[in-house]
C-alpha cells in the first residue's frame, strides 16, 4: 500500500474511477463508443506491453483519449477482437495515435507509482515491478522527455507538501494539477495555454476528491490527508462540495473554448455529470452510516 | 485584435458557441497550410488559416468571462491605492497585479504583516491569477466581511462565484443525481470493467 496520496493518485484503482462517464444519461450508441475507445487502449497497453500494462488500465486515460481525439480531430481506426481476458466475447475497439501516447503516459503513471510504492515501503512488489518497468520507462522518456520530466517534478513537490503537512488545499492540489497539465498537453501548439488551465484544473479536482475519499482511513492510520483541517469545521462536507464545484467550473470554462465537436456529449456527460458520481456516492454512504 | 471577428468565421454574434466551433473547423480546415503545398495561394491561405484562428480565440476571450466579460478578475482593468495610510509596498503589489505578474504580488503580499480588508482584496486577485482558486475565494470573502459597503470588493466577490453558479446551472437539472442508487451506480461501472476482465470492486 502507498503510505502518501502521489502514490495513491496514481494507483489504478484509487486516483481511477473519478473522471468516469454517467450511464444514465449518456446516449447507447455513445455508451458503445466509450467503451470501444476504453477497450482501444486496452489492447494498446497489450500490445505495447504485454499483459503487465493491463493492470494499470484506467478511465482517466480513456477520458484523455476522447478528448484530444476530439480536439486533434485525429483519424480512428475501428476493429473488432476478442478480448484477452473474455476469450468468447468480441469487442469494438477504436484506436488512434493517441491511444498510443495515453499508452506510453500510463506507463509513465505506473513507473512512479510503483518507484514511490518501493520508495516508501521498501516493498519487493514495487521494486521488481520498477525494475520490470525500467527499460519500457526510459525509452518513454527519450520520446517524451517533457511530460515524464514534468511528472516526475510535480510528485516530488506532491511529497515535499506531504512531508510538510500542507494544509493550503490549493497549494498541495496545484501539484498534481500541473502533473495533469503535462500529461494533457499532446501538442505544444495554439491549444495549450487552454489545454493546461484545463487539466490543471481537472488535476485539482481529482486530487482533493481523493483525499475526500480516503480521509476517515487516514486519520484512523496516522497519514497524511490535506483536508484534514478543514474536517474539523462543522460546514466540513458542504465546503468540499464547494472546493470540488469551483474545480469543475475553472475546467468546464476552459474546455467550452476549445473547439471539441466529436463525442462532446461523451466529454460533457463526463465533466458536467461523471465526475461527481463518486462524490454523491461518498456522500450517500455517509448519510446511512449515520442513520444506521 | 480583429474588428469584427464573427464576420471573419461568416457567422452572426449571436450563434452558438457549437455553431462557432463548427465555422471554425470548416474554413481552419478550408485554408490549412497542408492543402495548399506548392500553391501559388499558399501564402494568401496561410494568412487567411492565422485569421480564422485568431478570430477564434478573440470570440472565446470574449465570451469566456461571462460576468466580468474579458475574463481577467477585477473590477476595473487597473489598480491603484486604495488609501493614504497604505504600507509603501503595496505600490509594488498593484504594479504587478497590474501586469499579471500573480506569483511576484503574493510573495510581496506575504511580507506585509497588517493584513487589511484591502490586502485580502489583493490577494484574492493574485491567488486567482495563478490558479489558486479557492484561496482567492476565502480571501475575497474574507475582504467583504471585513468592509461590507466596499462595491470593488463585493464586485470580485461576485465575479468569484460566478463561474461555479454557471457550472451548477449548466449540469443536467442542476439538483441530484446517480441513479439513486449505488448498487445500480457500481453495476453501472462495473459494466465497463469488464472489458479487462476486472470486478469493479477489485480496482478499489
Redesign the interface.
Same mark, same amino acid.
Given at each position: 500500500m502507498p503510505t502518501s496520496n502521489a502514490g495513491a493518485a496514481c494507483q489504478?484503482?484509487?486516483m481511477?474511477?473519478y473522471v468516469?462517464?454517467?450511464?444514465?444519461?449518456l446516449k447507447m450508441k455513445d455508451f458503445y463508443k466509450?467503451?470501444a475507445y476504453?477497450?482501444g487502449l486496452?489492447k494498446t497497453l497489450k500490445d505495447k506491453y504485454g499483459s503487465f500494462g493491463?493492470i494499470t488500465?484506467t478511465?482517466d486515460m480513456t477520458f484523455l483519449i476522447i478528448l484530444l481525439t476530439s480536439l486533434y480531430?485525429s483519424e480512428t481506426t475501428h476493429e473488432i477482437h476478442r478480448?484477452?481476458?473474455?476469450p468468447v466475447k468480441k469487442?469494438d475497439t477504436l484506436r488512434n495515435k493517441i491511444t498510443e501516447y495515453a499508452a506510453d503516459m500510463n506507463i509513465v503513471l505506473t513507473y512512479y507509482h510503483l518507484l514511490d510504492d518501493w520508495q516508501d515501503d521498501k516493498s519487493i512488489a514495487g521494486f521488481t515491478g520498477t525494475k520490470l518497468l525500467n527499460n519500457k520507462f526510459n525509452k518513454i522518456c527519450k520520446k517524451y522527455p517533457r511530460q515524464c520530466k514534468g511528472i516526475g517534478n510535480s510528485l516530488n513537490q506532491l511529497k515535499e507538501c506531504e512531508k510538510s503537512n500542507l494544509q493550503?488545499?490549493?497549494?498541495v492540489s496545484?501539484c498534481f494539477?500541473e502533473l495533469m497539465a503535462e500529461l494533457f498537453i499532446y501538442k505544444e501548439d495554439?491549444w495549450e495555454p487552454t489545454l493546461r488551465?484545463f487539466s490543471?484544473?481537472l488535476g485539482?479536482y481529482i486530487y482533493i476528491i481523493d483525499a475526500y475519499e480516503d480521509l476517515a482511513e487516514d486519520i484512523k492510520k496516522n497519514r497524511y490527508n490535506p483536508l484534514k483541517s478543514i474536517s474539523e469545521k462543522e460546514s466540513y462536507e458542504k465546503e468540499c462540495k464547494?472546493?470540488l464545484?469551483?474545480?469543475?467550473?475553472?475546467c468546464?470554462?476552459e474546455f467550452?473554448?476549445l473547439?471539441?465537436?466529436l463525442d462532446?456529449d461523451i466529454l460533457r456527460n463526463i465533466l458536467?455529470?461523471g465526475v461527481?458520481?463518486k462524490f454523491?456516492?461518498l456522500q450517500?454512504?455517509k448519510l446511512e452510516n449515520i442513520q444506521n | 485584435m480583429i474588428a469584427d471577428p464573427y464576420k471573419v468565421l461568416g457567422i452572426s454574434p449571436s450563434s452558438s458557441? %457549437?455553431e462557432i466551433? /463548427?465555422a471554425?473547423?470548416e474554413l481552419s480546415r478550408k485554408y490549412h497550410p497542408d492543402s495548399y503545398v506548392d500553391n501559388p495561394l499558399s501564402d494568401l491561405a496561410e494568412e487567411k488559416f492565422k485569421e480564422v484562428?485568431e478570430a477564434? %480565440?478573440q470570440i472565446? /476571450?470574449q465570451r469566456?468571462g461571462g460576468y466580468s466579460g474579458d475574463g481577467n478578475y477585477g473590477s476595473q482593468g487597473t489598480y491603484t491605492s486604495g488609501g493614504t495610510d497604505e504600507p509603501i509596498e503595496m505600490t509594488a503589489v498593484y504594479n504587478y497585479i497590474n501586469t499579471g505578474h500573480y506569483r511576484e504580488a503574493i510573495n510581496v503580499l506575504s511580507s506585509i504583516g497588517n493584513r487589511t480588508a484591502r490586502w485580502y482584496f489583493c490577494s484574492a486577485i493574485a491567488?486567482a491569477g495563478i490558479?489558486?482558486?479557492?484561496?482567492a475565494?476565502n480571501h475575497a470573502q474574507t475582504a467583504v466581511n471585513m468592509e461590507p459597503g466596499n462595491p470593488e470588493y463585493t464586485n470580485l466577490l461576485n465575479q468569484l462565484q460566478f463561474?461555479?453558479q454557471?457550472?451548477?446551472n449548466?449540469?443536467?437539472g442542476g439538483g441530484?443525481?446517480?441513479?439513486g442508487n449505488?448498487c445500480c451506480?457500481?453495476w453501472?461501472?462495473d459494466?465497463?470493467c469488464?472489458?479487462?476482465?476486472?470486478d469493479?470492486c477489485?480496482?478499489?
Open positions: 489504478g484503482g484509487t481511477f474511477g468516469n462517464i454517467y450511464k444514465p444519461e466509450y467503451k476504453y477497450c486496452c493491463q488500465l478511465y480531430e478480448c484477452i481476458v473474455h469487442h493550503n488545499i490549493d497549494l496545484r494539477g495554439v488551465k490543471f484544473f485539482k464547494n472546493i464545484n469551483i474545480m469543475m467550473a475553472e468546464t470554462s467550452e473554448k473547439p471539441c465537436l462532446a458536467y455529470e461527481w458520481t454523491e456516492s450517500k454512504k | 458557441n %457549437d466551433k /463548427k471554425y473547423r484562428q477564434y %480565440d472565446m /476571450k469566456e491567488n490558479g489558486n482558486n479557492y484561496e475565494l463561474r461555479g454557471t457550472y451548477q449548466t449540469r443536467y441530484s443525481f446517480g441513479t449505488l451506480d457500481l453501472c461501472a459494466t465497463l469488464e472489458c479487462m476482465g476486472g469493479l477489485r480496482c478499489f
